[in-house]
């Protein structure tokens, strides 16, 4: 066959397989972006550990990732529980287990703390030295079935639209404690400049996990789950959450210097 022929016949196969090729496949993730090192706004772009694990298990299927920070994280699961946008990551809660459907594989294993002010602080040993306190909660944000009736039943929960809120209100003493992940606690307290002033107690009120989660009927990607598993074990086996939890902080701390006093604006509806 002569060389120009050749040639011609491969470009003819080449255009002809550009013609089939499958459309690019697609699912969208929502965020709060407020909870280093986990999520976060570096200026106007989504990071943290769970966004590069989204992004990564779902390449893994060759689908792209359509990026949402929303105002707050009631409003995230609320649109998830819709449909209106594919997966989030959220702790998995009975009542959740209503309207959501969760992975088998956890993503993030999480330490939750009581944050003091250290000159109002007291002792803790068991959830029972927190009845009749004045805590801090996020809107949607939730620490388990237990901890959460717990804390329903025995405390005064005050729920506000951000963290920078709840700290604020801790260091000036209007709440008693402020449950929260250890080392997101932490970030955020020397980002806005007290980490003289607030400390989380010794001992952790509950450990529990972070999974990824779609509505009960979103059988998109309901068929995707045993393969996307398998992806978020592999990362785990591997310890590459790890290596994005420490570069996700090291990120935050640049951004964010430590006793930078300074409120990063709440984020309005974005896509990324």
Known sequence: ????TLIGSLLLVWFSNLGHAEPKKSISYCDHASYPPLSWLNGNQLAG????????????QNYQVTLYVLESWK???????????DVAVAFKTLKRSKTFAFSQEYLIEENIAIFVN???????DSWQDLQGKRGGMV???SYGDELDHFLASNTVIERVSSNFQNITKLALNRIDFMPFERESGLLQVQTHGYESVIVPLEKYA??????LTTAINNQKI??????LDKSIKALKDSNAIARFTQKSRQQYLLAYP??????????????L
Not at 1 to 4: G, P, Q, S, T, V
Not at 222 to 227: A, E, F, H, S, T
Not at 258 to 271: E, I, W, Y
């Open 1 to 4: 066959m002569k060389l120009n």
């Open 206 to 211: 509950t450990t529990d996990h972070l999974y």
């Open 258 to 271: 430590k006793g930078t006093s300074l409120r990063p604006q709440a984020p309005a509806d974005l896509q």
């Open 222 to 227: 309901l068929q995707l789950m045993p393969q």
């Open 75 to 85: 409003r995230c699961m609320l649109e998830v529980e819709k449909g209106t946008i």
């Open 118 to 124: 250290k000159n109002s602080s007291f002792n803790f």
């Open 139 to 141: 809107l949607g944000y």
């Open 49 to 60: 550990v769970t966004k590069d694990i989204i992004q990564h298990v779902f390449k893994e």
